[in-house]
């Protein structure tokens, strides 16, 4: 009897002391190459979501068991629950991390992203109800961080394009939300299938041409809406909404068709007077001189008391115009949100108030008080800029047919207050030579709507967007932050400074 | 077959521990709730639905497994039954296989029941009662998930005892859930972190990869490579299931029991 | 004969990690069990009885030294289908009804159906189990119930070698005589059963041989015939005589010779107060005659005379105290 010690005597183990340990070594080594390959999608899956580490440092307790517990999305909503009784409540500054919090734990909840860049944009006002501007970016970069976590629905483009036409006014920044809306991969979960957006944003992107004074493109686009809303009638006659929107539809592509006609090639519907902007060149009630029109702007700007503006003047245009007022800091920029985490951290020293006022029977006046709202208004920066401005693109419309869409038919017998805004992104209808246009001379020969700017379909020669730029009527003052402070302070013509 | 049997009779055992039922039922509670709590979200009801339903199977299934894997063998020394099953002719690894197969296949009945609860309530509360098929998923990779994580524990039952096991299996699928940390830290500046996140991206078992509910159940989440990344997952947790298996068996060769 | 289980050297040691102590659990064992008889492994709680099963079936690895089984090196997962193992306080899948657990062990051995059926209701019967406890489950059977399916699960696979561990501990006197005679005819199918045992009683009964460990170590083993060798008989005398020369004569004729002392109560403190009588031990009936005679022989008076036959618990008392240096 051989009496060997053996530690481990089962055969099974002797039988599988080589092969255990090679297979093992195969798959561990297959381990990493597969997640090498998973990862990628899984990048994609796990898109703005936010680990617990990070979204879970501003949670409570009981929030945090939850999306600890994988209910992720449930956490997002009883959250989202809580900032409706915080909306309710005006407790507004809670709202705004809870926000954040949401759109980490559950990065497809479109709605927040909407909501919270909407209360961003509107909700925080000074005590006249004047938004407060410095929340503007961090709500675009909001939406912008939405928009990259579901790039495949068209409701958070909108939403920005939305904001940009109706609070910042950037109507060719909302151009390109919406057309990027309308770009969505159609998805055929959505309602909108087979398209990737609905229906209404053709309109608003209509209105963001119109306003940019690209008035060929925004009827191109209206026709666009309506041949799809002709499509969708094709294939559900009884949709009741649809045929609501194609009846808005044609009435504005007739009256936007109709403006363009008047404003700028007919003059009384007589189809004979061959110049340019025939309506513009009519003389006004109550002058007999051609050409633009003079508006005689004479603003007077003066400080009444500390941090109290009192904007005033005159400007012989029709009731309803509407002068803009810009009081910032003479270095101002909206602030560049590029890190999530400090989305909501405003700069507390940047000072920005944007209102309007409007004028009647050429006559404008307005108190402005910035002494109540320390907390929007600082005032830390040595210099601010006072900017009154009159645009043509965002005025009403009667006085749109006087002016034309980019204010071809305005002007002011102070040349310095007559300001061409030449960014190429503003770049209007086209203007003749002669009137500060850059594009070619005025034909009239051209399908309207072919016009605007764009590269003909084909075309390799050499191409200059053509197109007016809007024609403002502008004047820049320049205060010392002191005098802002002690008020008691007139603004002259010594304070202007030239526009930009 | 020896393995076959040890899983069957692992089974008939694991379906009568009270916890397991407690777990079942709270996962089944929680699903059937789904549809009061559609008011968190107004906009879309069926996200909640979803969300609640897919999240309740996970937190129960999770429960589930390691209850249930955790004691398995430690039980079977504790009483003692262990010699009289290998003291017959069986081998260790027909032991451990039997005892993984049958924790897994209690986990399977477990997920299997909470997601057909899941998937009836989401046809019942779905206008034109159309359940979408990434539902599926979600509980096939949940249930894919589960298996990895049993294998772990049960890797763990060989030489840990269950209270032990119980934070070793957790904090690791916890670690492993946190895979878009690591895998964010495998490109890191820092060389130290570089270092640590590949080793658990790659080395840990990656939990997270299971993890796709958020994006499933937004019905507007298209991913380009979803049915690859499936096969991916399941093949993942195949493997790596069986290299724990394998330590598993190898450990338990060494065992004294 | 063959030798069953051939033990050659066996040892195994615990080595505590934390105080780095060595305990040596079964030290050098060396034991032969031949085949077909029912073997005692006599020994105290801890003494190593459990460990050196446990060696044998491969359920623990020992430090050094071998054995073989029916032939084959221990642990071997072939000679396993011969074996079967009845461990100490074994609780069983007990929401299992007796019936099923029988299948689920039988299962093991990969016995196909319809055998399988067979042997589980022979397993059943032979242990005595009421048929109407078959389709119970196991959580609701007594500890006598649940001892006789630990041994019909033992013998699901007609095993040629048992290893009992405490088959009959804690049972109330029926179950344990039952029991005791179904291990008993085990050796008539001849089997052979390494029985695991302090219950000596029982081992006297029905083993043949047995060896008595302590501390690891083997102190003894032999038949239990060749251990029980030597009747003693006790005899008491009186008589005013017996203290002088006396004394010496019977110390010279027989073995133990001591004073019985009055213990009374005011005495007591002292040691008791000696009294005219002796108490003898005789190992040899000749001997005897020669106490008696001699005793006789001085007028001294016989007050009784009681033969006493050497129990295992005599012989085992005997050796571990002995071991001890008690």
Not at chain 1, 51 to 56: C, F, H, K, P, Y
Not at chain 1, 62 to 91: T, Y
Not at chain 1, 418 to 424: A, E, G, L, N, Q
Not at chain 1, 431 to 447: R, S
Request: hydrophobic share 40%; aromatic share 10%.
């Amino acid at each position: 009897m051989a009496a060997t010690t053996k530690i481990y005597t089962q055969d099974s183990i002797r039988r599988r002391k080589m092969l255990l340990p090679l297979m093992l070594v195969l798959l561990l080594i297959v381990v990493p190459f597969l997640q090498k390959t998973i990862d990628p999608t899984a990048e994609e899956y796990h898109k703005g979501e936010k680990s617990l580490v990070t979204a879970g440092m501003g949670l409570n307790n009981e929030f945090l068991l939850l999306p600890m517990l994988g209910f992720r999305e449930a956490a997002a909503g009883l959250l989202w629950v809580r900032c409706d009784e915080f909306f309710h409540s005006g407790d507004y500054d809670a709202i705004l991390p809870l926000v954040r919090l949401i759109t980490w734990l559950d990065p497809h909840a479109d709605n927040v992203y909407v909501t919270g860049a909407w209360h961003l944009s509107y909700n925080f006002t000074d005590s006249s109800e004047r938004s407060d501007r410095r929340y503007i970016p961090p709500a675009m970069r909001l939406l912008d961080e939405g928009i990259q976590n579901n790039m495949n629905i068209p409701d958070i483009k909108f939403e920005k394009g939305w904001q940009l036409y109706d609070k910042v006014k950037d109507f060719n920044g909302a151009e390109d939300a919406f057309k990027l809306a309308l770009a969505t991969k159609p998805s055929k979960n959505s309602d909108d299938y087979p398209y990737g957006a609905p229906l209404r944003i053709w309109h608003t992107l209509a209105h963001a041409y119109e306003k940019q004074g690209r008035i060929p493109e925004a009827l191109a686009t209206w026709q666009k809406a309506m041949q799809r809303a002709h499509e969708m009638l094709g294939r559900n006659p009884k949709d009741y909404s649809t045929k609501q929107l194609l009846a808005a539809e044609k009435h504005n592509y007739e009256l936007t068709l109709q403006r363009y006609q008047d404003r700028y090639q007919t003059s009384g519907h007589d189809h004979t007077n061959p110049t340019p902007y025939p309506a513009v060149l009519m003389p006004a009630a109550g002058s007999k001189t051609l050409g633009p029109w003079d508006g005689s702007f004479e603003p007077h700007v003066e400080i009444t008391r500390p941090k109290v503006f009192k904007v005033s003047g005159r400007f012989a245009v029709a009731d309803g115009a509407r002068v803009d007022v810009r009081i910032e800091d003479e270095d101002y920029k909206p602030i560049d949100v590029s890190n999530a985490r400090d989305a909501f951290n405003i700069p507390l020293d940047q000072t920005i108030l944007v209102d309007t006022v409007s004028v009647r029977k050429t006559r404008f006046e307005r108190e402005m008080d910035m002494s109540r709202d320390a907390k929007m208004y600082s005032f830390s920066k040595p210099y601010l800029k006072v900017i009154l401005s009159y645009n043509p693109r965002t005025t009403s419309p009667h006085l749109q047919d006087r002016f034309g869409w980019s204010g071809e038919g305005l002007t002011d017998r102070n040349p310095n207050y007559v300001y061409y805004d030449k960014r190429p992104e503003l770049l209007g209808t086209k203007l003749i030579e002669g009137q500060q246009g850059d594009g070619p001379k005025w034909d009239g020969k051209d399908e309207t709507w072919r016009q605007g700017g764009r590269r003909p379909e084909g075309s390799t020669e050499e191409w200059k967007p053509g197109g007016q730029p809007p024609r403002l009527i502008k004047v820049t003052y320049r205060v010392k932050a002191e005098d802002v402070l002690n008020g008691g302070k007139v603004l002259t013509d010594k304070d202007i400074v030239p526009n930009d | 077959m020896v393995a076959l049997a040890i899983a069957n009779q692992t089974v008939r055992e694991a379906l009568r521990r009270r916890v397991m039922w407690i777990f079942l039922i709270i996962g089944v509670f929680l699903i059937a709730l789904g549809p009061v709590f559609g008011f968190l979200n107004p906009r879309d009801s069926q996200v909640v639905l979803k969300s609640l339903g897919l999240a309740a199977i996970l937190l129960a299934g999770l429960f589930i497994t390691i209850v249930t894997c955790i004691y398995l063998i430690p039980i079977e020394i504790e009483r003692r039954t262990i010699y009289t099953v290998l003291s017959k002719p069986v081998q260790r690894y027909e032991f451990v296989l039997g005892k993984f197969l049958g924790g897994f296949a209690t986990v399977f009945v477990n997920i299997a029941a909470m997601g057909v609860v899941f998937l009836a309530m989401l046809w019942l509360q779905t206008p034109g009662h159309h359940v979408p098929p990434d539902m599926f998923k979600g509980i096939m990779l949940t249930f894919f998930q589960m298996l990895l994580l049993a294998a772990l524990t049960i890797f763990f039952s060989t030489f840990a005892t269950p209270v032990v096991n119980f934070f070793l299996s957790f904090g690791i699928f916890l670690v492993g859930n946190l895979s878009s940390v690591t895998d964010s830290l495998t490109t890191s500046r820092n060389a130290i972190a570089r270092g640590v996140g590949t080793l658990v991206h790659y080395l840990l078992p990656n939990f997270g990869n299971f993890n796709i509910q958020n994006s499933i159940i937004h019905p507007q989440i298209e991913i380009a490579n979803a049915n690859a990344f499936m096969m991916q997952s399941i093949a993942y947790a195949l493997i790596y299931s069986a290299v724990l298996l394998i330590l598993a068996i190898l450990i338990f060769d060494r065992r004294e029991v | 004969m063959a030798a069953a289980i051939s033990i050659h050297g066996l040892t195994k040691k615990y080595v505590d990690v934390w105080q780095k102590q060595e305990v040596v659990a079964v030290n050098n064992l060396n034991l032969d069990v031949e085949e077909g008889e029912i073997f005692g492994f006599l020994g105290r709680n801890g003494a190593g009885k459990t460990t050196t099963i446990k060696m044998l079936l491969g359920l623990i690895f020992p430090t050094a030294g071998d054995a073989t089984i029916l032939g084959r090196p221990m642990g071997d997962n072939n000679v396993k289908r011969e074996l079967a193992y009845l461990p100490e306080e074994t609780y069983f899948y007990d929401s299992m009804t007796g019936w099923d657990l029988l299948d689920f062990y039988a299962r093991l051995f990969r016995i196909p159906e319809p055998e399988r059926s067979r042997r589980v209701q022979l397993a059943l019967e032979k242990v005595r189990l009421q048929p109407e406890a078959w389709k119970r489950s196991v959580r609701g059977y007594s500890k006598g119930m649940r001892q006789r399916i630990g041994i019909a699960q033992a013998l699901i696979n007609d095993p040629k070698l048992l290893f009992l561990d405490e088959p009959t501990s804690g049972l109330d006197p029926i179950a344990h005589a039952e029991l005791r005679d179904i291990v008993a005819s085990l050796k008539e199918e001849g089997k052979t059963v390494f029985l695991s045992s302090h219950q000596l009683a029982d081992v006297e009964l029905i083993c043949s041989r047995v060896a008595i460990i302590h501390n690891g170590k083997l102190l003894r083993t032999g038949k239990i015939k060749d251990l029980l060798a030597g009747e003693r008989t006790e005899i008491i005398v009186q008589g005013r005589e017996l203290g002088n020369g006396m004394l010496q004569k019977l110390k010279d004729l027989v073995p133990v010779v001591e004073p019985i002392y009055d213990h009374t109560e005011a005495d007591d403190a002292l040691g008791g107060v000696p009294t005219d009588m002796l108490r003898l031990s005789s190992d040899d009936f000749e001997k005897t005659t020669a106490v008696i005679d001699l005793v006789r022989g001085v007028k001294g008076r016989i007050v009784s005379i009681v033969p006493h036959k050497r129990t295992l618990e005599d012989v085992f008392v005997e050796t571990v105290r002995k071991e001890d240096g008690v």
